[in-house]
């Protein structure tokens, strides 16, 4: 950036669907190095439909903080799903407004939508700025 360039601080409309393998893995509200410079990329998206989103189980070098909250916008606790995730194996079953910390190198996955009474909202954050992931 020359001395007469301003930064930018204000990206509007970030979004982004990533896929793997032709299937849509994500699509919604993406902020990622690209953008803002920083280790971090933030994906927002809402679930409103049962699914599996990650069948894998992986591994990645840096921790990820997995946020599932209602969509509901009076009450982000008015909470009407249930969630099941691994970490290292272990099924968790997330049925309240919750936030899932993964340490880097902690085995994760699968990740699945198992019940969706009212919309989700599904936050992520991965503390990197070069996303890779090792299958396990």
Do not use: W
Not at 44 to 65: C, G, L, Q, R, W
Not at 71 to 97: L, M, P, R, S, W
């Amino acid at each position: 950036m020359g001395t007469s360039e301003k930064p930018t601080y204000v990206f509007e409309e970030p979004k982004a669907t990533f896929d793997r393998d032709g299937k849509v893995i994500f699509e919604g509200f993406y902020s990622g190095p690209d953008k803002h410079g920083e280790k971090a990329m933030i994906l927002y998206s809402v679930k409103k439909e049962a699914h599996v989103n990650e069948e894998t189980p992986h591994i990645h070098d840096f921790p990820i903080i997995l946020n599932f909250l209602s969509a509901n916008q009076d009450d982000i606790y008015d909470f009407d799903a249930e969630i099941e995730f691994y970490i290292e194996g272990e099924k968790h079953v997330i049925t309240k407004t919750s936030s899932v910390r993964i340490p880097a190198g902690t085995k994760h996955c699968p990740l699945i939508f198992k019940r969706i009474g009212k919309p989700v909202v599904f936050l992520e954050v991965h503390l990197t700025d070069n996303y890779v992931r090792r299958e396990e």
